[in-house]
């Protein structure tokens, strides 16, 4: 289903079950669950069922559990487009997007967020259906209704500006309204700031720390994507004041494959190896433990290709590993924004505060540009696989490895896409694209 078709059928006042149902083991048993079970249309429910205050919970929880489906299949997708990944499998309909040849036509744009392989548009769009639909209930009802409105609402609008920026990350560009028209990465991130604005206002009301430093580091990646370093750096600063450990994690499950961590599961299949680029990396002789990776000394799902493992999401080919959180938000991010945001001695300071954590040999120092260099890398290091390095090629115009003109060990040769264009069926459903 495209994007509008997504807003369309939530539009039709339709919501999915499956995306309130995994995540809710709390209100089992409660009123709404019997009207589910009354539904004619199988894997639908009337919106009107659902969307009352008495389940404002339920609606922030089901828009948080979309963002996070997406996520993971984001983690996957930029990871095989941007180096960090490389295809293992036999499905042909990978293929294009290992060899970064990816056409608007490709199933990224098409497929859910649990296919193979998984899709990022439709997820992310409905992701970002489903936190604004819980942003405009929770603004209409009242404090009367809803006893902790004003912290749902904070949580509802950080996880919309999460999905507004991996749209704005990862596409050349996109449509973020229903029928809306195309736009680029800068107005998507412009959205998304707004949005973390709003969910800084209501979790400061809130006394919600979590999520204020959830949003606060948010708006502090999209201002540094805008070229607000000043601002970047003012928003890294703060969450560090605040919680100098701060992490935020989307959650995992063995559940249902919807809820499974997604970058486990390719591993687990033998989908997707560690790219070689990422393979037994050192700090001045040192094994780099932020990129710890192994040899299983098995091979992936074509028998040929030898599978290697990030241990961040587990160290054996096992399902137990589709329950591992994946990194939404953290303080190493936050270190790493005001390194590249202020630059000269205090890059080089947040730098080694980095690898003091990891017991790694201090950084030196250089010139500004071998200090901005050496951000990249540790960038490269610190935040793989959490759905950063795609964008850190287009910003940094980085070298993609293999080179454009390689061999590609499916035939053709590697491509150079940076980004995923606009889906063939966003134009042709989308009168106004």
Request: glycine share 8%.
């Amino acid at each position: 289903m495209n994007m509008n078709g997504t807003h369309q059928t939530h539009r039709r006042a339709a919501v999915r079950i499956c995306g309130l149902l995994a995540v809710t083991a709390a209100v089992a048993g409660c009123e709404v669950f019997d009207r589910l079970l009354q539904v004619e249309a199988p894997g639908f429910v009337d919106a009107g069922e659902v969307e009352v205050p008495e389940n404002a919970n339920l609606l922030v929880t089901g828009a948080i559990a979309d963002f996070e489906c997406a996520l993971g299949a984001y983690i996957v997708n930029s990871g095989l487009l941007g180096n960090e990944l490389h295809d293992a499998s036999v499905t042909a309909a990978r293929f294009s997007l290992d060899a970064r040849t990816i056409e608007p036509s490709s199933p990224y744009g098409t497929n859910s967020c649990a296919e193979n392989p998984p899709g990022i548009y439709s997820p992310l769009a409905t992701a970002i259906w489903s936190s604004n639909n819980a942003i405009e209930h929770l603004e209409t009802w009242t404090d009367g209704e809803v006893a902790n409105r004003t912290a749902l609402l904070g949580q509802a609008a950080a996880h919309s500006g999460y999905a507004h920026t991996l749209m704005g990350e990862g596409f050349c560009s996109s449509v973020i309204e229903p029928l809306g028209p195309e736009v680029t990465p800068t107005q998507i991130f412009t959205v998304a700031e707004a949005r973390f604005d709003r969910s800084i206002a209501a979790a400061q009301a809130a006394g919600d720390d979590n999520t204020l430093n959830l949003a606060t580091l948010g708006r502090a990646r999209v201002r540094l994507n805008l070229g607000n370093m000043a601002g970047a750096s003012a928003d890294a600063r703060a969450v560090l004041e605040r919680d100098p450990t701060f992490a935020h994690h989307a959650t995992a499950s063995t559940a249902e494959a919807r809820r499974n961590n997604r970058i486990a599961t390719e591993f687990n299949l033998g989908r997707s190896t560690v790219a070689p680029m990422f393979r037994d990396l050192t700090v001045d002789g040192e094994p780099d433990p932020r990129v710890e990776v192994i040899n299983t000394e098995t091979t992936g799902h074509d028998g040929t290709t030898i599978m290697w493992l990030a241990t961040k999401y587990g160290a054996a080919r096992t399902t137990a590993n589709y329950s591992l959180p994946i990194p939404v938000a953290t303080w190493r991010e936050a270190h790493l924004i005001i390194a590249e945001a202020e630059g000269g001695q205090t890059a080089v300071d947040h730098i080694n505060i980095l690898r003091a954590h990891h017991d790694l040999p201090a950084y030196a120092g250089g010139t500004e540009g071998e200090i901005q260099e050496q951000v990249i890398e540790e960038r490269s290091r610190e935040l793989y696989l959490e759905g950063h390095h795609l964008n850190d090629l287009r910003r940094f115009d980085l070298s993609q490895v293999p080179a454009p003109g390689d061999d590609y060990r499916q035939g053709g040769v590697y491509g150079d896409a940076r980004c995923f264009p606009l889906p063939a069926v966003e134009r042709a459903a989308n009168p106004n694209v």
